[in-house]
Every structure is written in C-alpha cells, then in structure tokens.
C-alpha cells in the first residue's frame, strides 16, 4: 500500500506538494513543464488552473503519469508511490477525466445513455441505479434527446457534455476538465461552462478545470497559477503509467426509464 504524508491525513481532498511533472518527447529526461507546484483542494472547489504544465499536472492527479517529484494525494492516495491496482481504482471511482479532446473518453460505437453506463458497469452498479443515473446526468447536460446518438452525430458542445457525463457517472469527488473551450466557438463554450458550473454546484463535487484565464474564471471560484515551464536542467522523468486496457460492456444494455428513447442493442466494436 502507498504512504501518506501524515501532514495530509485528515486535510484537503487535493493536496500537492512541491510536484514536478511533465512529458517525454523521445527521451527519459525531455522535458519538466511544471515544477514546485503546491496545491490544495477542499470538497466543493471550483479551481481554474493556468499557466504552463495544466495537463501534466491534471494526468498526475488522474493516476496517468506518475511526478518526477513532489507529492500528490488525492483521497488519501498517494499518487507517487499508488501500486496499479490503486490507480485504477482511483480512476474508477475517486476521479473523473475530461480531456481536452472529449471524444478520446468516449466509446464511438455505443450510444450517449450506452456510454454513460460504461463506466457503471464496471463500478459494479445496480440496474436501477444505473438507468436512474443515466436519466439523472443526460438531463443535466441537456443531452436527453439525444439518447441515441453516437458521438460521431453530436455537435462538438455536445460531445463535451457526453464527456462530463460519463466523467461523473460513478459520482466521483473530483473532476478534472482539460481545457474545455479549446476546440469550441466562444459561445458554445460560456454555454456549456454555465452548465457545467451548475451540476458541480449543485452536486458538490470539486473540480479543477484547465484552460485560459479569461474562458473559466467567471465560472470558478479561483484560479491557480503555475509556473514557467522546464526549468535549464530537466529531472528525469518516471516511467509512464501503462494505459488501461478499454473497457468492454456487456453485449446488451437494458433501456432507460419509461418515456426515454430507448437503448439499442450493443453490438462492439468493430
């Protein structure tokens, strides 16, 4: 089992100390994009994160990449020092991921209730709870009538609103959201960020969302800052967390509550 430093038990739901991470780029010590980040969370946080290094440092507090440095704990795990069975178990029900390209979460041949249920199936949820969760996340993200859609037919806001669905089925404590207005026109983006600042409130769930200054602080409580990038003498880096095999539903899902359009047969993927 992975430590904790006793200063951190019992304290934040995010708490990084002194954390350097970063990317490799063909070599084991290319490139540091953060370094000295400190950082903490409480439940029902709204953080921004800008400056240089935000999606290093979002894939450390996902259980992706490891730190060349520091300290991460999220929930009590210690993200330097989690076995795999940890992190998995982290990604699963701890912590949910948006990426900046919200597809790459998405399974492209199940429907938006199909894919919202994944990620249940897996947890171990109950039919019930899940067709209620299902119905619950596709409402609040105003994708109800898209039910049966594939993500390859939704707008690119749309797929975005997918995307923290399935990130919050397992009702995680804390989301992650990697720039969320880079591939969206300005007013597609305020609209989903409104959104999105309302379930989290309402929800409670803290959140740390990257991006530009200006497109998430008047969604945020607060912005943090990091600070330059690599520094003239990289540290090496770890090696890189092996990326979890892609999780296969079962062939069939059941359908949403009456009065949902219903769900088609799972067929895999091709």
């Known amino acids: 089992m992975s430590s ?6 019992g304290g934040p739901l995010v708490a990084v100390r002194g954390l350097a991470c970063g990317h490799r780029l063909g070599r084991p010590d290319e490139l540091i994009t953060a370094r000295d980040v400190d950082l903490e969370l ?11 290094g935000k999606t290093s440092l979002l894939r450390v507090l996902a259980g992706l990449d490891v730190p060349a440095a520091g300290q991460a704990v999220v929930g009590g795990l210690d993200l ?3 076995t795999a069975r940890e992190r998995d178990q982290h ?8 990426a900046e390209r919200p597809e790459s979460g998405l399974w492209t041949t199940l429907t938006a209730a199909e894919n919202v249920q994944a990620p249940m199936l897996v947890a ?8 209620e969760r299902v119905a619950e996340l596709l409402e609040a993200v105003r994708l109800t009538v898209r039910a049966q859609h594939r993500p390859e037919a939704l707008a690119g806001g749309d797929r975005l609103r997918l995307a923290i669905a399935v990130a919050l089925a397992n ?3 804390l989301l992650l959201v990697d720039d969320p207005a880079a591939e969206l026109d300005r007013d597609t983006a305020r609209t989903v960020l409104f959104d999105l600042e309302s379930l989290l409130r309402r929800s409670g769930t803290t959140a740390l969302i990257a991006g530009g200054g200006p497109d998430v602080e008047p969604y945020v ?3 943090h800052r990091l600070g330059t990038a690599a520094p003239p003498a990289p540290l090496p880096l770890p090696e890189p967390v092996p990326d979890a095999p892609p999780v296969r539903p079962p062939t069939a899902l059941p359908a949403l509550p009456a009065g ?4 088609p047969e799972i067929r895999g993927r091709a």
Not at 4 to 9: Q, T
Not at 42 to 52: I, K, M, R, S, W
Not at 91 to 98: A, P
Not at 124 to 131: D, E, K, T
């Open 124 to 131: 171990g949820v109950g039919r019930a709870q899940r067709l």
């Open 171 to 173: 009702r995680p404590p």
């Open 91 to 98: 990604r699963l029900r701890t912590v949910g991921l948006v």
């Open 4 to 9: 904790v430093d006793p200063r951190l038990e």
């Open 260 to 263: 949902s359009p219903p769900v």
């Open 42 to 52: 409480a439940a029902g946080d709204l953080v921004g994160l800008v400056g240089a």
């Open 221 to 223: 409580d607060r912005l």
């Open 80 to 82: 330097a020092s989690a």
